[in-house]
């Protein structure tokens, strides 16, 4: 991962502080909702997407589906 990317985690409101205290090497970590996923990878700069679904896999293969 190159030095200027980031770590994005779609995640709900209520897990995110946990994926905020999370380091990996130099990159920054940020957290986003499912539904402003999209924006937040338009902005580019992710090396690491991390989607937090839950128990429920199938709203992640839906949020999988509406990010291609």
Do not use: C, W
């Amino acid at each position: 991962m190159a030095e200027n990317e980031s770590v994005l985690v779609i995640a709900d409101e209520e897990i995110r502080p946990f994926y905020q205290m999370l380091r990996i090497g130099q990159a920054l970590v940020t957290t986003t909702s499912h539904e402003q996923a999209t924006v937040s990878l338009r902005k580019g700069g992710v090396g690491l997407l991390i989607l937090d679904s839950g128990h429920d896999a199938e709203m992640g293969l839906s949020i999988l589906s509406g990010l291609k």
